[in-house]
């Protein structure tokens, strides 16, 4: 089995800074895309942003030039740089990771638990 476990959401004032960490673990054979979503109620979950194995990247508009999505490719980790926060960017964030089971080598794509962002003053 494969799990996605993240940390780091929080609460911060308008303009602060926040990292999230996604790290997988399990029977993982090669980790494909990683990304991070969000969702807001009522709201359907949208993409944040999205970086494949090679290192390319791609953001939603709302958030291009304040997040920055990076990855540790030993380690099977996502991570999500978030600054000048804005009240807009409160959600609950959701890591997805695109993975090949090293016991079986079904490709599936995992979901981690989700962490609450709120940016308030």
């Known amino acids: 089995q494969v799990q996605l476990v993240e940390s780091g959401g929080g609460l911060v004032q308008p303009g602060g800074s926040l990292r999230l960490s996604c790290a997988a673990s399990?029977?993982?054979?090669?980790?494909?895309?990683m990304g991070w979503y969000r969702q807001t109620p009522g709201a359907q979950r949208e993409l944040v942003a999205v970086i494949i194995s090679g290192g390319s990247t791609n953001y939603a508009d709302s958030v291009k030039g304040r997040f920055t999505i990076s990855r540790d490719n030993a380690k099977n980790t996502v991570y999500l740089q978030m600054s000048s926060l804005k009240p807009e960017d409160t959600a609950v964030y959701y890591c997805?990771?695109?993975?090949?089971?090293?016991?079986?080598?079904?490709?599936?794509?995992?979901w981690g638990q989700g962490t609450q962002v709120t940016v308030s003053s």
């Open positions: 399990g029977s993982i054979f090669s980790t494909n895309a």
């Open positions: 997805n990771a695109d993975i090949i089971s090293a016991r079986t080598r079904v490709r599936n794509v995992y």
